[in-house]
């Protein structure tokens, strides 16, 4: 299974970013998937979950209100669409593929490479 992360980029606080995941070598449509963060200097942090079915998730209290986690079987893609973003937002994001398809915090198989976020004040 490979993950491909995108939609990183500079954004003033306050404003929005979409990140997406595209998935590919597996069936996308029975994961469960995830995306984290990792900041500077810190450890990486569970952000969002989804099952595979779309129905069920999960974030961060950190993030609730502010970000929305999503997923598009036909496209193999999941989305991380983030608004209000603050400076501590910024962070490199990961994707994750659980192939239980169950909705997690952690413990995932496999992971994609990071896009970055950076949320300027």
């Known amino acids: 299974v490979q993950l491909q992360a995108s939609g990183g980029g500079l954004v003033q606080a306050g404003g929005s970013l979409r990140l997406s995941c595209a998935a590919s070598?597996?069936?996308?449509?029975?994961?469960?998937m995830g995306w984290f963060r990792q900041a500077p200097g810190k450890e990486r942090e569970f952000v969002a979950a989804?099952?595979?079915?779309?129905?069920?998730?999960s974030s961060a209290n950190s993030v609730k209100g502010r970000f929305t986690i999503s997923r598009d079987n036909a496209k193999n893609t999941v989305y991380l669409q983030m608004n209000s973003l603050k400076p501590d937002d910024t962070a490199v994001y990961y994707c994750?593929?659980?192939?239980?398809?169950?909705?997690?915090?952690?413990?995932?198989?496999?992971w994609g490479q990071g896009t970055l976020v950076t949320v300027s004040s």
């Open positions: 989804i099952n595979w079915s779309g129905i069920y998730t």
């Open positions: 070598g597996g069936t996308f449509s029975s994961y469960g």
């Open positions: 994750a593929a659980d192939p239980m398809g169950q909705l997690r915090i952690s413990g995932y198989a496999y």
